[in-house]
Each structure stands twice: as structure tokens, then as C-alpha cells.
């Protein structure tokens, strides 16, 4: 659900409706017609509105630094991912089984849906375009180095890379590596060292925060 699903308001004013798209129009049709039949409410709206805007790759990036900074948090999240995000205050009842990889020094994981765009959304929020293009989805299973090696991640061939085809039924979500020389570190640091893509396996986290982050 996306921008042109939202309400009467803010998107309205911004998007006047003869410059949405049919589809959006159609969209704006459909709720208009459930509030005035009594199906839905305003309100009932404008929650899911905000539950979709909350589902962002920072939840993630949230359980990934609770987990370096606290080994029984690690723990948890690896044994139970759905309980260990209810713990964070994120909701990931939507999906019906969670894994959580952890990277290693020997060990890569990545991330893909060979079929379409399974991805874990309340953690991750959209999937990137690239995630759902075919030349991933394919590549991402015969050439998993190559396609690292695109994102900027060389590996030696003493690291193994295994790949996971996410499915409708279950969800993966990277814990990569904790950085070097990070042991001084906030969790609230930590995390702006966690990237969405870190998390789908493409790449290793960030080494240090970003200057515009800080």
C-alpha cells in the first residue's frame, strides 16, 4: 500500500485528483464508496496508513544493533524472531515464519525470491526495485559473488555464501557482521551503521557512520 491508497487530507492537497493516475483515481473511488457504505472508517484508514509508514529498514537496523550490543537479545532474535521483535515494539505477526541468518567470518548469507518480492516488510519496509527485478532473482542464485561483488563486496574464497529463497510462507532477515572497532558505540550508532541492504546480504554493514549521519 502506498502513497496513492492514503485518505482525504494531506495526500489529497498535495495530489489534486486530476493529476493521479487511473489507478489511483480508481483507488480514491473504491474508498469513498466503503466509507459511505459504513465498511470502513476514517480512522480504521488513516491507522493502517500509519502502521505502513512505521514498516522501514530503521526496524531493522534497531533489532540488528540490540543484537551486537546484547548477547541474550542476539540470542532470542536468532531462537525467536517474531518474539524478539515484540520486544523492540515491532509487529511481525504478519509473517508466518521469521528466520534470522547470521553472518560470520566463514559464513555469507543473501537474501532472495526466485518467484516475485517475498520480503519482510514490517522489518524491511519496501523491497528495493533491484530485489524484485529478474536479472537479481536469477543471478542472485547462479553468481551470488558475482552479484555481491556489483554491490561492492569482494569476498575471499575461503568465505562461504549461501543463499535463501524467501517464499510466502517464510522471511529472512540478514544479521550481518558487527563492524570493527564499534565496541565504544551507542546502539543508536550502531544502527545508522546497519543498512537495508546489509540485511538482505548484499553487503557488509557500514564501518563508520556516514558525516550527514552523525
Same mark, same amino acid.
Given at each position: 500500500m502506498g502513497n496513492d491508497h492514503l485518505g482525504k487530507g494531506e495526500q489529497e492537497h498535495e495530489h489534486p485528483k486530476h493529476e493521479l493516475s487511473q489507478h489511483a483515481k480508481r483507488i480514491y473511488a473504491i474508498?469513498? =464508496?466503503l466509507l459511505e457504505k459504513g465498511v470502513l472508517k476514517e480512522e480504521e484508514i488513516q491507522r493502517q496508513i500509519d502502521y505502513m509508514e512505521a514498516r522501514s529498514p530503521a526496524n531493522g537496523a534497531r533489532l540488528v544493533?540490540?543484537?551486537?550490543? #546484547?548477547?541474550?537479545? &542476539?540470542?532470542? +532474535? =536468532?531462537a525467536d524472531p517474531r518474539a524478539a521483535c515484540a520486544e523492540m515494539g515491532i509487529d511481525a505477526t504478519s509473517i508466518n515464519e521469521f528466520v534470522v541468518l547470521e553472518n560470520t567470518e566463514k559464513v555469507r548469507h543473501l537474501v532472495v525470491?526466485?518467484?516475485c518480492s517475498c520480503y519482510p516488510r514490517?522489518? +524491511?519496509?519496501?523491497?528495493?526495485?533491484?530485489?524484485?527485478?529478474?536479472?537479481?532473482? &536469477?543471478?542472485?542464485?547462479?553468481?551470488?559473488?558475482?552479484?555481491?561483488?556489483?554491490?561492492?563486496m569482494e569476498l575471499p574464497d575461503s568465505v562461504e555464501v549461501r543463499v535463501h529463497d524467501s517464499t510466502? #510462507?517464510?522471511?529472512?532477515?540478514? =544479521?550481518?557482521?558487527?563492524?570493527?572497532?564499534?565496541?565504544?558505540?551507542?546502539? $543508536? $550508532?550502531?544502527?545508522? +551503521? %546497519?543498512?537495508?541492504?546489509?540485511?538482505?546480504? %548484499?553487503?557488509?554493514?557500514?564501518?563508520?557512520?556516514?558525516?550527514?549521519?552523525r
Open positions: 474508498r469513498e =464508496l544493533a540490540r543484537a551486537w550490543a #546484547d548477547p541474550r537479545f &542476539k540470542a532470542r +532474535l =536468532l525470491c526466485t518467484l514490517p522489518i +524491511l519496509g519496501r523491497p528495493p526495485d533491484w530485489y524484485k527485478s529478474f536479472n537479481y532473482r &536469477k543471478r542472485a542464485v547462479v553468481d551470488p559473488r558475482g552479484v555481491m561483488r556489483e554491490f561492492g510466502a #510462507d517464510i522471511r529472512y532477515l540478514v =544479521l550481518p557482521l558487527r563492524p570493527a572497532g564499534t565496541d565504544g558505540m551507542s546502539e $543508536e $550508532e550502531l544502527a545508522r +551503521l %546497519v543498512t537495508r541492504d546489509s540485511m538482505i546480504g %548484499v553487503v557488509d554493514p557500514l564501518q563508520e557512520i556516514p558525516e550527514g549521519n
